[in-house]
């Protein structure tokens, strides 16, 4: 991608957050949009195909670096697998800013059906790949069982950290999740 078009779609991005902080996405028009950015309406439909598309593009871009920091932990040996959930949890609800419109809009479920599916496949490829690299013996059905439940719940905690309604330091709570995913809930409930 070239730096003009670079520019064009951060520019594109900004206006878009800017206005999401007042409006929600249903109500911004591209004409809002563009005016917002100092763009052209043309402009906008080089880079995009509506709203959404910016939003799913914005959450995406998250999404990669937080693969890339889970891989980067996924292959740490000097950990323990605890240690390493526990860190790069720490990393990935430390990366969740709440100044973001776009991210705060998706993570709470607003954003629209495209970007709730961009981070439910997120997540199902996750589980895929985290199943493989252990030589798991699950089948298909497991597999999407468990990345359901495993996308929901952890759809429901970046929505709390988002919205403030989890308290507890990054730390303290990335913790408590490792220890949650790593040993489950059996002896907790029992």
Not at 65 to 79: G, I, N, T
Request: some cysteine; charged content about 30%.
């Amino acid at each position: 991608m070239d730096l003009r078009r670079a520019k064009s779609r951060q520019k594109l991005k900004d206006a878009l957050g800017r206005l999401l902080e007042h409006q929600v996405l249903e109500e911004i028009t591209i004409e809002q949009i563009t005016d917002e950015a100092g763009v052209t309406r043309p402009t906008f439909y080089s880079n995009y195909k509506d709203r959404q598309s910016i939003v799913v593009e914005h959450i995406g871009e998250w999404l990669l670096e937080m693969k890339a920091v889970s891989d980067q932990y996924h292959e740490d040996e000097s950990l323990c697998p605890l240690d390493r959930l526990t860190e790069f949890l720490k990393h990935w609800l430390g990366s969740i800013n709440r100044d973001d419109p776009i991210l705060r809009l998706a993570l709470t479920g607003r954003a629209g059906d495209a970007a709730m599916q961009t981070i439910r496949k997120h997540n199902v490829e996750m589980l895929r790949a985290r199943s493989r690299a252990a030589d798991a013996k699950l089948t298909a059905r497991e597999i999407n069982l468990y990345a359901v439940f495993y996308g929901a719940a952890v759809n429901g905690v970046l929505e709390a950290v988002i919205t403030g309604d989890i308290k507890s330091s990054i730390p303290r709570l990335a913790e408590d999740l490792a220890v949650l995913i790593h040993t489950g809930l059996g002896d907790k409930l029992s």
